[in-house]
């Protein structure tokens, strides 16, 4: 074997070496790090636990309430249990807290120092809570106290030399491991130096190609393209995202994401950074899109150029996860201004298709409900089955082309809201009643709850009346003879309206429940027992409801196409879950943009 290539061997083996050695004794560093920073978390804690145990102790001498005695002596009783096992701790050795080694000499010596001030506290302590216990007088209680505050003022000054010691003797360990890691970068610089020409030239002319690919490939996709680590600053950026935004790729590299790219709603409202789409997966790591169609109600979100002009995206943000540690996130986006005025023109002519249906609907509604009546003579019973069917089928089709229009007028933004101050319960009343003939017939049992204290508020009663009389359309319809429903009305935590709609029906397929929202859509457990369904009513009552600044959820369990899903039942029901603000809703046109 000639001598170059045992030189270049050997100098490759000792650069493995040395980068294996320096790769662990950083590890070694960052874990010793992160157990001296434990320790010494734990040791400023106990400090903060002795001034809870004294404020606590006199909290309790102060207090003549027993219930808040009681509140007071748990509180005391915890304190000290946590103080006491971490003060053994860091003198031993406490896997759970996550003390990793037994104190150093000089820590224990000091130790020593504070320990009797500590039995003494820790006696008092324990001794007010037996006395509380017992129920003996306050002036034992009162004794016990005095002795918790004397001793602090030992015992505090005391732990702050721990906690000092602690820290320098942490400086002290990295300083060692770094000189070893010093000397060792040396070494590596100075093998790297004397074989740089045979090793480093070769691969940097490779990644000088393998870059210039990379670049052409960025250069050649048709979308914005973006990245950024893990503190949002844009690592790289296609021409295309700059042509889009008005700004250079050479201008945008380097600065915070959020600062190039501003963020508005169809409003024109700004998106708060924490809510936007890459902020969102640099916080959670998972990956977000925003939707392109008026398929869903998914907000649409705008960018804005340099000159301050906006336009729709369509965003998929993606989380660039690197030994399961987020470090950064590629956002890739388009422009779909087109998309929106195709979304827009389908929408105005369903609006027109429905108008112009609308009126030859009514008109067969009337004739057919005339000769029904006898109007325009005698019919034979045959004939009157016949009728019947075309009356309920004609009625079904205007039922049909009504929820149309009101889908297209929400989607165009001709839908105008009038709020004005509205009894929510009454009108969940009025809504039940429309409900209870088909409630008897399924001989369904309903619980009403509604909170008589729930204030009037500035609602369109008529939009209002569309979300209950949906979710509790949904509940009848979808729940088998027999079965429970319960409509609930009250003020929940952040005194919002809270409306709640539970029943045993069918359930939501755990599979489907992210499209449940969405138009047109309706679950597989459903379409086969009622084809008569549109796949329209929850795609609105969200419309209506995000339109309103409110939020709706739910919870439900369901067969799956693979059988029942984990942790669930079949015919569980879904719970459907709504929060209105009391300031109301504002008068305003409702759109989906």
């Given at each position: 074997m000639p001598n170059f290539t045992l030189r270049y061997i050997f100098s490759l083996?000792?650069?493995a070496l040395l980068v294996t050695g320096g790769y662990l004794l950083n590890g070694q560093v960052q874990k010793t790090q992160l157990g001296d920073s434990r320790v010494i978390n734990i040791a400023g804690r106990q400090r903060m636990l002795s001034q809870k145990i004294s404020k606590v102790s006199l909290e309790i001498?102060?207090?003549?309430?027993?219930?808040?005695?009681?509140?007071?002596?748990?509180?005391?009783?915890?304190?000290v249990a946590l103080w006491e096992r971490s003060h053994k701790g860091l003198q031993e050795w406490d896997e759970e807290l996550g003390l990793p080694r037994k104190s150093s000499k000089a820590v224990k010596k000091l130790f020593v120092a504070v320990d009797p001030a500590f039995q003494r506290i820790l006696e008092a302590a324990k001794s007010i809570v037996r006395e509380l216990e017992l129920g003996q007088n306050d002036t034992n209680v009162t004794a016990f106290v005095?002795?918790?505050f004397s001793?602090?003022?030992?015992?505090?000054?005391?732990?702050?030399?721990?906690v000092f010691q602690y820290d320098e003797?942490?400086?002290?360990r990295v300083e060692k491991v770094r000189r070893i890691d010093f000397l060792l970068l040396w070494t590596v610089f100075l093998v790297l130096i004397a074989e740089g020409f045979f090793i480093f030239r070769p691969a940097v002319k490779k990644l000088e190609e393998v870059t210039e690919k990379k670049q052409a490939i960025l250069a050649a996709i048709g979308d914005g393209f973006y990245a950024v680590d893990a503190d949002s600053n844009i690592l790289t950026m296609n021409q295309t995202a700059g042509k889009l935004i008005g700004c250079s790729p050479s201008e945008c590299i380097g600065k915070k994401c959020y600062e190039v790219f501003d963020v508005k709603n169809e409003k024109g409202e700004n998106i708060s950074i924490k809510d936007r789409p890459v902020q969102i997966v640099l916080a959670t790591g998972k990956k977000v899109s925003t939707t392109t169609?008026?398929?869903?109600?998914?907000?649409?979100?705008?960018?804005?150029?340099?000159?301050g002009t906006q336009f729709p995206v369509a965003i998929t943000a993606t989380p660039v996860i690197l030994n399961n540690k987020i470090i950064g996130a590629i956002d890739i986006f388009r422009d779909i201004t087109k998309d929106k005025e195709i979304d827009h023109a389908k929408s105005e002519f369903v609006s027109l298709a429905s108008h112009q249906l609308r009126t030859p609907l009514t008109t067969i509604s009337w004739y057919a409900e005339m000769v029904l009546k006898g109007d325009v003579g005698e019919i034979i019973p045959k004939q009157k089955k016949y009728l019947e069917e075309i009356y309920r089928g004609n009625k079904r089709m205007i039922e049909l082309v009504n929820?149309?229009?009101?889908?297209?007028?929400?989607?165009?933004?001709t839908f105008k809201m009038e709020p004005k101050p509205t009894?929510?319960?009454?009108l969940a009343e009025s809504v039940v009643d429309e409900q209870q003939p088909k409630i008897e017939r399924k001989k369904l049992i309903i619980t009403k709850s509604f909170d008589k204290n729930v204030p009037t508020f500035s609602t369109d009663p008529k939009f209002l009346h569309m979300v209950f009389q949906n979710l509790l359309a949904n509940a009848v319809e979808y729940t088998p003879e027999g079965g429970k429903i319960e409509f609930g009305i009250s003020l929940d935590k952040e005194k919002q309206i809270l409306i709640t709609v539970s029943d045993t029906g069918y359930g939501i397929p755990k599979n489907q429940q992210d499209k449940i929202f969405t138009k047109l859509f309706r679950a597989d457990n459903v379409r086969e027992k009622d084809t008569d369904g549109t796949g329209l009513g929850l795609y609105i009552v969200k419309s209506i409801i995000e339109q309103s600044g409110g939020k709706i959820w739910f919870e439900s369990s369901a067969r799956t196409a693979e059988g029942v899903q984990s942790g669930g039942e079949e015919n569980k029901g879904s719970t459907f879950f709504v929060t209105l603000p009391l300031c109301g809703m504002k008068g305003e046109k409702g759109a989906i943009k």
């Amino acid at each position: 074997m000639p001598n170059f290539t045992l030189r270049y061997i050997f100098s490759l083996t000792i650069i493995a070496l040395l980068v294996t050695g320096g790769y662990l004794l950083n590890g070694q560093v960052q874990k010793t790090q992160l157990g001296d920073s434990r320790v010494i978390n734990i040791a400023g804690r106990q400090r903060m636990l002795s001034q809870k145990i004294s404020k606590v102790s006199l909290e309790i001498q102060n207090t003549i309430d027993e219930a808040e005695r009681n509140i007071y002596k748990k509180e005391l009783e915890e304190a000290v249990a946590l103080w006491e096992r971490s003060h053994k701790g860091l003198q031993e050795w406490d896997e759970e807290l996550g003390l990793p080694r037994k104190s150093s000499k000089a820590v224990k010596k000091l130790f020593v120092a504070v320990d009797p001030a500590f039995q003494r506290i820790l006696e008092a302590a324990k001794s007010i809570v037996r006395e509380l216990e017992l129920g003996q007088n306050d002036t034992n209680v009162t004794a016990f106290v005095a002795t918790v505050f004397s001793n602090e003022a030992i015992f505090l000054p005391g732990m702050d030399k721990i906690v000092f010691q602690y820290d320098e003797e942490a400086k002290t360990r990295v300083e060692k491991v770094r000189r070893i890691d010093f000397l060792l970068l040396w070494t590596v610089f100075l093998v790297l130096i004397a074989e740089g020409f045979f090793i480093f030239r070769p691969a940097v002319k490779k990644l000088e190609e393998v870059t210039e690919k990379k670049q052409a490939i960025l250069a050649a996709i048709g979308d914005g393209f973006y990245a950024v680590d893990a503190d949002s600053n844009i690592l790289t950026m296609n021409q295309t995202a700059g042509k889009l935004i008005g700004c250079s790729p050479s201008e945008c590299i380097g600065k915070k994401c959020y600062e190039v790219f501003d963020v508005k709603n169809e409003k024109g409202e700004n998106i708060s950074i924490k809510d936007r789409p890459v902020q969102i997966v640099l916080a959670t790591g998972k990956k977000v899109s925003t939707t392109t169609t008026t398929t869903t109600t998914t907000t649409t979100y705008y960018y804005v150029r340099k000159d301050g002009t906006q336009f729709p995206v369509a965003i998929t943000a993606t989380p660039v996860i690197l030994n399961n540690k987020i470090i950064g996130a590629i956002d890739i986006f388009r422009d779909i201004t087109k998309d929106k005025e195709i979304d827009h023109a389908k929408s105005e002519f369903v609006s027109l298709a429905s108008h112009q249906l609308r009126t030859p609907l009514t008109t067969i509604s009337w004739y057919a409900e005339m000769v029904l009546k006898g109007d325009v003579g005698e019919i034979i019973p045959k004939q009157k089955k016949y009728l019947e069917e075309i009356y309920r089928g004609n009625k079904r089709m205007i039922e049909l082309v009504n929820t149309l229009l009101d889908v297209s007028r929400l989607e165009l933004g001709t839908f105008k809201m009038e709020p004005k101050p509205t009894d929510v319960v009454a009108l969940a009343e009025s809504v039940v009643d429309e409900q209870q003939p088909k409630i008897e017939r399924k001989k369904l049992i309903i619980t009403k709850s509604f909170d008589k204290n729930v204030p009037t508020f500035s609602t369109d009663p008529k939009f209002l009346h569309m979300v209950f009389q949906n979710l509790l359309a949904n509940a009848v319809e979808y729940t088998p003879e027999g079965g429970k429903i319960e409509f609930g009305i009250s003020l929940d935590k952040e005194k919002q309206i809270l409306i709640t709609v539970s029943d045993t029906g069918y359930g939501i397929p755990k599979n489907q429940q992210d499209k449940i929202f969405t138009k047109l859509f309706r679950a597989d457990n459903v379409r086969e027992k009622d084809t008569d369904g549109t796949g329209l009513g929850l795609y609105i009552v969200k419309s209506i409801i995000e339109q309103s600044g409110g939020k709706i959820w739910f919870e439900s369990s369901a067969r799956t196409a693979e059988g029942v899903q984990s942790g669930g039942e079949e015919n569980k029901g879904s719970t459907f879950f709504v929060t209105l603000p009391l300031c109301g809703m504002k008068g305003e046109k409702g759109a989906i943009k």
